[in-house]
């Protein structure tokens, strides 16, 4: 029933390893989001999807790699992970690129 | 540059009292806007949003807010707080055609005995 799901809920990992983080929408949306959540509880938008196409990519460093294998998927994928990726990674959706957004659980990723 | 501004960090209130949360926009251009729930260790629901229309919107939960251009605001209230509205309360802003949402910094609202 869940309407954005994320996976996993937590992440405990080791600096320089690779890590994803997966989302899925059943609620039949184009966009799909990824949000930064940092320690302070500051939200900053990462990239966002529109029908598999890329329409947002903000300053993120290119060892963070998006990917929309359809609509209703939007997976984060992180590369040499450092201390500071270490925050709250939130998937959205809306159903269209300007729609009100639908957020999921979250993804607390903590990097040793 | 646009941005969103919460006022006030924290807001400790006492359960039954009523309570007003503030958040000012940087932009006179056409917004749309938003308040966020995100209660401990949970993702954001939303609480209200103005797009169009009236000026007052009322959302979940006894939640109004109220959209005033001249003073570029977005106030979120509530007449008489519980408990359980124990959470932080984010104030969120889309400009005119662009496809992002700014976040203001978030409120922490706690609600005492």
């Known amino acids: 029933d869940t309407a954005v799901s994320q996976t996993p809920k937590y992440l405990v990992t080791q600096m320089g390893n690779d890590k994803s983080i997966k989302c899925e929408q059943n609620l039949g949306h184009d966009t799909m989001y990824w949000y930064k959540q940092d320690s302070k509880k500051f939200l900053k938008i990462m990239f966002s999807?529109?029908?598999?196409?890329?329409?947002i990519n903000e300053t993120v460093p290119n060892r963070f790699s998006p990917k929309s294998p359809d609509k209703a998927h939007l997976n984060l994928h992180i590369n040499s992970l450092e201390l500071g990726d270490s925050a709250v990674y939130f998937c959205a959706s809306s159903l269209l690129v300007a729609d009100t957004q639908y957020f999921g659980p979250g993804t607390r990723l903590t990097v040793l | 540059a646009q941005s969103v501004t919460q006022l006030d960090s924290q807001v400790p209130v006492f359960e039954e009292a009523p309570v007003e949360l503030r958040c000012n926009y940087s932009?006179?251009?056409?917004?749309?806007l938003f308040w966020y729930v995100q209660y401990p260790n949970q993702g954001l629901q939303l609480l209200l949003k103005y797009l169009s229309g009236s000026t007052l919107v009322k959302g979940i939960n006894g939640f109004e807010a109220e959209f005033n251009k001249s003073q570029t605001s977005f106030h979120l209230r509530k007449p008489s707080v519980h408990i359980s509205d124990t959470a932080e309360y984010f104030c969120?802003?889309?400009?005119?055609?662009?496809?992002?949402?700014?976040f203001g910094k978030g409120t922490l609202l706690t609600v005492n005995p």
């Open positions: 999807y529109n029908n598999k196409e890329l329409i």
């Open positions: 969120a802003v889309r400009y005119g055609s662009n496809y992002k949402l700014t």
């Open positions: 932009s006179s251009v056409s917004v749309y």
